[in-house]
């Protein structure tokens, strides 16, 4: 009887073969990888699905997903009643969902203004039709309406949330170059220095933040935050505190980056 590394030894051996083909015919370098722990069945079919896939966007075609769905006759929204809103925005859902065709929003978006996107802009959308069992097309709302207010709010969340549990690792890729804090400029790099160095002694909970949106334009924004944390002590005895925070944006290449912020005293005298 053969041992299971035996047996599998041919059929890696041919996911080899399949690998090579597919960076000679495609250019697919991403799928050179360390395939000792993967199941080879499993990586057999990931690259005959790969295989079908570059086989059916070399054939692809482009089409308008009003088209795609066979030209159908909605009514347009300013004509539809709040009470039927919902109804007739489920089935343009279906419809889409039909073709394999999702849509979603990031932040809350009334079923009106979906509908009429749905109708007025993604009805006009022209998307590569590829052939392959299984394949789904996913749009968000957002990539067609960005709401920098709503970024920068949630972003202002994450950058405290980071900085109350000590995550100061990937903090340089929300700060822009420059940061602002007070009446003092520094380069982001010494900024997390100082962070680290300010927030690692202290023993701070993060409870909860609340973010209102001050002001915004297409270059800047400013986000106020109230939170609510517990501070322990050297005496071991923990304190509920609310204090405020400002965070600043710059919106630069499709980003928006943090580069100014204005923490309160977190630690002092408990």
């Given amino acids: 009887m053969k041992e299971p590394s035996e047996e599998a030894s041919p059929l890696r051996f041919e996911n080899e073969l399949k690998k090579l083909r597919l960076m000679a015919e495609y250019g697919a370098t991403h799928i050179e990888t360390d395939n000792e722990k993967l199941n080879p069945a499993m990586e057999s079919q990931f690259l005959d699905y790969i295989q079908a896939f570059e086989e059916a966007a070399e054939k692809k075609e482009t089409t308008k997903v009003f088209d795609l769905l066979n030209q159908p006759e909605v009514p347009a929204q300013d004509i539809i009643p709040d009470n039927r809103m919902a109804e007739c925005l489920e089935y343009l859902q279906k419809l889409l969902a039909s073709k394999h ?26 998307m590569d039709i590829i052939n392959v069992p299984g394949l789904e ?106 204090a405020t925070a400002s965070i600043g944006f710059h919106h630069a290449y499709g980003y928006t980056y943090i580069n100014r912020v204005e923490l309160p005293e977190l630690g002092g005298n408990t």
């Fill in 137 to 242: 097309s996913h749009f968000t709302y957002e990539e067609f309406h960005p709401n920098l207010g709503e970024d920068a709010k949630r972003q202002a969340g994450d950058f405290l949330r980071s900085v109350f549990g000590k995550s100061f690792e990937y903090l340089h890729m929300e700060l822009w170059n420059e940061i602002s804090s007070g009446a003092q400029r520094s380069s982001s790099e010494a900024f997390i220095k100082y962070l680290e160095t300010t927030i690692e002694p202290l023993n701070l909970k993060l409870l909860t933040v609340d973010t209102a949106l001050v002001s915004l334009d297409e270059a800047a924004a400013e986000v106020h935050c109230q939170l609510h944390y517990e501070l322990t002590g050297e005496d071991r005895i923990t304190h509920k505190r609310t």
């Fill in 101 to 126: 065709i999702y849509l979603a929003t990031i932040y809350e978006v009334a079923d009106r203004e979906i509908y009429r996107f749905i109708v007025e802009e993604l009805f006009d959308y022209e």
